[in-house]
């Protein structure tokens, strides 16, 4: 499951957030040493959302993962997307395969709901490629970055 944490929640658990998160962001060659306290200001003034992942098994809840998204528009082309900015399993727990499906689940009728026509991501993991393409996915684009 996934669900959505409130900007004043995600403030009171930002030193357990922040690890997850920062983990889960490479380094860009030119960032900012405020790149974490960048992100959770952008959560606490709405433009981030925060989410957490977790399972439940016999009754029992466990958190085991942590999502950032945020929605954009391309004012050329006026299409509005949900950009999933991170995503990472907290350190030591897992997700499994249905977890990750009911998480896109839940991101899709948000984006549905909130006017947007895409989720896009970016990423370098493998199997991160190949579960978006069971979701419907594609890869039909290459991110490129020319650092200088």
């Given at each position: 499951m996934l669900?959505?944490?409130m900007?004043?929640?995600?403030?009171?658990?930002?030193?357990?957030?922040?690890d997850t998160v920062e983990r889960s962001i490479k380094p860009i060659p030119g960032e900012s040493e405020n790149k974490?306290?960048?992100?959770?200001?952008?959560?606490l003034n709405g433009s981030l959302v925060?989410?957490?992942?977790?399972?439940?098994?016999?009754?029992e809840r466990t958190v085991?993962?942590?999502?950032?998204?945020?929605?954009?528009?391309?004012?050329i082309t006026e299409v509005k997307s949900l950009l999933i900015y991170c995503g990472a399993n907290i350190e030591g727990k897992s997700a499994t395969f249905e977890d990750y499906q009911e998480a896109f689940i839940a991101l899709q009728?948000?984006?549905?709901?909130?006017?947007?026509?895409?989720?896009?991501a970016y990423t370098d993991i493998d199997y991160m490629v190949e579960m978006a393409k069971k979701f419907g996915g594609v890869d039909s684009y290459?991110?490129?970055?020319?650092?200088?």
């Open positions: 669900i959505q944490m900007p004043d929640k995600v403030q009171l658990l930002w030193e357990d957030i922040k974490l306290n960048n992100i959770l200001v952008d959560i925060c989410w957490i992942g977790y399972h439940e098994r016999e009754g085991n993962a942590i999502v950032l998204t945020k929605m954009f528009s391309d004012n009728k948000y984006a549905l709901y909130n006017g947007c026509s895409r989720i896009t290459t991110f490129l970055s020319f650092p200088i």
